[in-house]
Structure formats: structure tokens, C-alpha cells
T-cell receptor, first 114, second 112 residues
Framework: DTAVSQTPKYLVTQMGNDKSIKCEQN?????MYWYKQDSKKFLKIMFS???????INETVPNRFSPKSPDKAHLNLHINSLELGDSAVYFC?????????????FGPGTRLLVL | AQSVSQHNHHVILSEAASLELGCNYS??????LFWYVQYPGQHLQLLLK??????LVKGIKGFEAEFIKSKFSFNLRKPSVQWSDTAEYFC??????????FGAGTTVTVRA
């Protein structure tokens, strides 16, 4: 009964490929997020959806496209993968976005682009 | 310039030693402060958070943090660490929005 789950856990792929990462939460939260953690462990928010509506879209290449089919799922599709996309991608969820809400994180997807 | 600064990149200490990790933020006005921990191979978990009230906040696993408004700081402490405290520790801040801004993290290695 994992609260926030991501698949796959590891992803190794070639430059130029298109790949997707999936995230699901069973906490009943309305809001989901994608974060990128770089090689220096710095975490930065990429996107957030609230009730399937995009509410945060940070400066991210348009090769990255989030999709939220329902409140419990937020997937991340990446087109034309580049070496610099190698990172750990974390999904998170929370109750409706307010500044004091705790975000609950998934285990991360380690993406390596060769 | 990073808005949330964690002073120590890597801290190495022995079991039973005391731990203090620094965190400073550069935002004015009201802030909400969080410490998250990432154990090896695991996801981030909330250790503690501060919104208002008593500036000394107690969290899980014996951790506490003190908010000092005049110093724009929210330092994390634990009086006596264990080997299992080996992890990456992240300070994070929200302001009047809900975007978590993270510090660069501090790697803590506890030697048995």
C-alpha cells in the first residue's frame, strides 16, 4: 500500500528516444507534482496539477509534457531525450495547494540517457 | 542566487555525536519552513515543519529545528545521532504560494 508510486524505478535509454514515467497516488490528494533532482542532488519543481488542471509550469523545455488522466495519476512524457535529462525525477502529491501543505514524495525514477 | 542555502555540503560524524545543519533563506515576509530527509535509496520524507507559534519545532526520530526570524534561519538539530541517520537532508521553503523551494541538501554520514 505505497502512498505515491512511480514506474519505472530505473530507466536507461538512448539520446533521441521518447519515454514516459508514470506516477500514481492513493492518498486521495487533489494535487500532484513533478520534481527533477540533478546530479548535485538539487531539487527543482517542474510541474503541478490540481484536479487535472495544470497550475505550475516552471521553465522546462517543451519536450517535457505532463499528463493527468485523473486526480490520482500524473505522468511525464519526455520527447527527444538529451544527455542533460539524466536525473532522478520525483513525483509528489498533496491536498489542495496551499503553502502549508505537506507534499508526499514517491521513490523516484532514475533516468540515464546515453 | 539560491533562495534557500544549506551551509554544509557533507557532514561526517560518529554515533552519539550531536548534529546541527544550517539552513538560511532569503525571502522577506511570511515563510513556511520544512525539513525533508532522504534515506539511501528511498523517497523524501517530511521530518518537521514550521508555520507559526513556538519557534522550536519537534519532528520525528528525535529531530528538532529552531526558527530564528531575525537570522532568516531554520537550523535542524539532533542531540545524539545514530548510524541510521545517514541520509540526505533538505531544507525547503514556501512563501505565499505552494511552490517548495529546496536547498541543495546536506549529506550526513554517521560512522558506527
Amino acid at each position: 500500500d505505497t502512498a505515491v508510486s512511480q514506474t519505472p524505478k530505473y530507466l536507461v535509454t538512448q539520446m533521441g528516444n521518447d519515454k514516459s514515467i508514470k506516477c500514481e497516488q492513493n492518498l486521495g490528494h487533489d494535487t500532484m507534482y513533478w520534481y527533477k533532482q540533478d546530479s548535485k542532488k538539487f531539487l527543482k519543481i517542474m510541474f503541478s496539477y490540481n484536479n487535472k488542471e495544470l497550475i505550475i509550469n516552471e521553465t522546462v523545455p517543451n519536450r517535457f509534457s505532463p499528463k493527468s488522466p485523473d486526480k490520482a495519476h500524473l505522468n511525464l512524457h519526455i520527447n527527444s531525450l538529451e544527455l542533460g535529462d539524466s536525473a532522478v525525477y520525483f513525483c509528489a502529491s498533496s491536498h489542495p495547494p496551499r503553502s502549508r501543505e505537506t507534499q508526499y514524495f514517491g521513490p523516484g525514477t532514475r533516468l540515464l540517457v546515453l | 542566487a539560491q533562495s534557500v542555502s544549506q551551509h554544509n555540503h557533507h557532514v561526517i560524524l560518529s554515533e552519539a555525536a550531536s548534529l546541527e545543519l544550517g539552513c538560511n533563506y532569503s525571502y522577506g515576509g511570511t515563510v513556511n519552513l520544512f525539513w525533508y530527509v532522504q534515506y539511501p535509496g528511498q523517497h523524501l520524507q517530511l521530518l518537521l515543519k514550521y508555520f507559526s507559534g513556538d519557534p522550536l519545532v519537534k519532528g520525528i526520530k528525535g529531530f528538532e529545528a529552531e526558527f530564528i526570524k531575525s537570522k532568516f534561519s531554520f537550523n535542524l538539530r539532533k542531540p545524539s545521532v545514530q548510524w541510521s541517520d545517514t541520509a540526505e537532508y533538505f531544507c525547503a521553503v514556501t512563501r505565499d504560494d505552494y511552490k517548495l523551494s529546496f536547498g541543495a541538501g546536506t549529506t550526513v554520514t554517521v560512522r558506527a
